[in-house]
Nanobody, 125 residues
Framework: QVQLVESGGGSVQAGGSLRLSCVAS????????MTWFRQAPGKEREGVAR???????TYADSVKGRFTISRDNAKSTLYLQMDSLRPEDTAMYYC???????????????????WGQGTQVTVSS
C-alpha cells in the first residue's frame, strides 16, 4: 500500500528555517514526480514545489529563492528546505505523489493520486 509520511514541521520565528521530510513506501518511489502542497485555514490548497524523476524542479513564485526541494531516491525520501520563512508561509504542508515519471503541466490538487497526512508549519512575527 502506498504511504507518504511527512515530518519536520513546527513553530519558527520569521526569518528562520525548517526542513520537511516525506518518507515514501509501498511503491517504486524513484520513477514518480513528487509535489509539496500547502494549505492554510480558509485558503485553497496550493502547490509549493515539485520535482520529477530526473530531478527537474519547479517552484511557486511565492517561494522561489527561499525554498529548496530535493529527493533522495536511495532513501525514498522527499525534502523541502524552507529558509527565510515568513508568516504567510504558515500552513499545513503535504507531500503528494503525481501519477507518473513526468510532472503535470501545472501544479494542481486534482493530479496527485496519493497524499501524506500533512505536517504543520507555523511562522510567527
Amino acid at each position: 500500500q502506498v504511504q507518504l509520511v511527512e515530518s519536520g514541521g513546527g513553530s519558527v520565528q520569521a526569518g528562520g528555517s525548517l526542513r520537511l521530510s516525506c518518507v515514501a513506501s509501498g511503491y517504486t518511489y524513484n520513477i514518480f514526480c513528487m509535489t509539496w502542497f500547502r494549505q492554510a485555514p480558509g485558503k485553497e490548497r496550493e502547490g509549493v514545489a515539485r520535482i520529477n524523476a530526473n530531478g527537474k524542479i519547479t517552484y511557486a513564485d511565492s517561494v522561489k529563492g527561499r525554498f529548496t526541494i530535493s529527493r533522495d531516491n536511495a532513501k525514498s525520501t522527499l525534502y523541502l528546505q524552507m529558509d527565510s520563512l515568513r508568516p504567510e508561509d504558515t500552513a499545513m504542508y503535504y507531500c503528494a505523489r503525481e501519477r507518473g515519471f513526468w510532472c503535470p503541466p501545472r501544479m494542481s490538487t486534482i493530479t496527485p493520486d496519493y497524499w501524506g497526512q500533512g505536517t504543520q508549519v507555523t511562522v510567527s512575527s
